[in-house]
């Protein structure tokens, strides 16, 4: 016989597993676009974004650990922990991982940033329970073997090489550690030669055990797929990995802070026997979470985000001085980066160097006209809808805004607030991130007389 209080605690226990939140949190019309969120018990969110015109599925898990989260000895832990969870669980080998979405024609994969780290797969819907279990079964059930990470090292080196042969990717590494100094976010991804070398398997196996438990995870879906199956799908694999045990764990908040930018003027000039010069100048931008960001986006679109763009304009079309120019932003959680990029030839170094700082300070003095805030506006609505077309780029979309913002925006309200945006908060925008002073990388052959000047783009 089975005594009260037993039969208390199993209807306790019984009723904890089953306590799991479902919110809709955005509302498609027929279905389509829709988008809810459950979090499970152990702290686990699962967002989905339905999509059923659509004969395929993608689905992620997003991990809340970046570059930004090691300590200067274990720089590039992060990545390297990436490359090791395809490497083997103890239901299945690397071959394993590999041919099972081989075998359905799937594709999967992962990357690695300064705040986030995400591993997905794509596939056709009706093999999605096998992408689940995939994937979820390498985030919970990894095995990190030492033999596993001395193998991986040498790819990733070559991969810290790879990187090092294009200059064109390698400059925004040290624009990053420009303006950043030798702080978490000034250190390359992929982590150093040095620090890749002394990665133990011990180190990376307690930096995976801190950063992969349940609550520091957001799973996404999208495509022609049912909310409450994934959700059944996960929750089973992940408590067959038995990652879901404390019932009153919480999910980790976005993150927050204030970081600091090293001192404005700063040049950092790394030799290259390259045949081009390539050039990042640019300055503090904006958070993530800044409401002004719609604003920067416009602008940033107007100033270098395309063909009829003033840079692109200026230094290509009038000029032929670069084949590539563009500017970009970067936002993290509590700070941000603008940036101009030109590759040109390095007797021509000085010249583009002087028409972007003329023009960055024309902008901050002036601002933009209205036609080119139009035009800058239309440009950023249709590229917005363009690059959600597909499950990938919307799986992405809800996962990242989960993981970093604790909220989801519909496509019609991210349009809206860009239609918003009026010409003066354009210019304000414009006056307090252009009319700061710059900074410059470079990675060139620049002779001893031209590396000299370069502080001038700066003064």
């Known amino acids: 016989m089975t005594s009260r209080s037993s039969q208390a605690t199993a209807r306790t226990s019984s009723e904890a597993r089953a306590v799991a939140r479902t919110q809709t ?48 000895s274990l720089n590039g832990a992060t990545h390297y922990l990436e490359h090791l969870l395809f490497k083997g669980t103890g239901r299945r080998s690397a071959l394993d991982i590999s041919s099972a979405l ?31 279990d995939v994937v979820c079964d390498m985030l919970t059930g990894s095995l990190i073997l030492e033999e596993d990470v001395n193998v991986e090292r040498g790819a990733i080196l070559e991969e810290i090489a790879m990187t090092e042969d294009d200059p064109g990717d390698c400059v925004h590494d040290l624009f990053a550690h420009t303006m950043f100094g030798d702080n978490a976010l ?60 404390d019932t009153d764990a919480v999910p980790i908040a976005p993150r927050d802070g204030r970081r600091t930018l090293r001192t404005a003027g700063r040049v950092e000039l790394l030799g290259r026997k390259t045949e081009q010069a390539h050039i990042v100048l640019g300055m503090p931008g904006m958070a993530r ?82 036609d080119e805030i139009e035009r800058a506006i239309g440009q950023l609505r249709g590229s917005t809808v363009l690059g959600l077309e597909d499950t990938g780029a919307l799986m992405n979309r809800i996962g990242k805004s989960e993981l970093c913002w604790g909220e989801q925006m519909s496509v019609d309200d991210m349009l809206g607030r860009i239609a918003a945006v009026t010409p003066d908060e354009v210019r304000a925008v414009a006056r307090d991130i252009l009319g700061r002073r710059p900074s410059l990388s470079v990675i060139g052959p620049l002779k001893d007389k031209q590396a000299a000047r370069l502080h001038d783009a700066v003064a």
């Open 25 to 72: 949190l955005i509302k498609g019309e027929n279905g389509i676009g829709t988008v809810r969120k459950t979090t499970l018990p152990g702290g686990l969110r699962i967002v989905t974004e339905t999509l059923p015109s659509v004969r395929s599925a993608t689905f992620g898990i997003w991990a809340h650990v970046g570059s930004r989260d090691e300590t200067p």
């Open 102 to 132: 081989d075998a359905v024609g799937g594709e999967m994969n992962a990357f690695t940033a300064k705040e986030y780290t995400c591993y997905y797969a794509r596939v056709l819907d009706t093999d999605l329970p096998l992408a689940i």
């Open 186 to 245: 000034g250190r390359p991804v992929l982590g150093t030669v040095d620090t890749v070398n002394a990665l133990t398997a011990d180190r990376i196996r307690r930096f995976y055990k801190k950063h992969y438990d349940p609550t520091h995870l957001v799973v996404a879906a999208a495509g022609n797929i049912d909310h409450h199956k994934v959700v059944s799908q996960v929750r089973a694999a992940f408590e067959k990995a038995g990652a879901l045990k």
């Open 289 to 370: 979470t800044d409401d002004r960001r719609w604003a920067l986006g416009v602008l940033n679109t107007a100033l270098g985000g395309g063909m009829s763009s003033r840079l692109f304009q200026e230094v290509r079309e009038k000029r032929g001085l670069a084949y590539s120019v563009y500017s970009y932003t970067s936002g993290f959680a509590d700070c941000g980066l603008f940036g101009v990029y030109a590759g040109c030839r390095p007797s021509q170094v000085h010249d583009v160097l002087k028409i972007c700082r003329d023009e960055l300070d024309q902008v901050a003095e002036h601002g933009l006209s209205d």
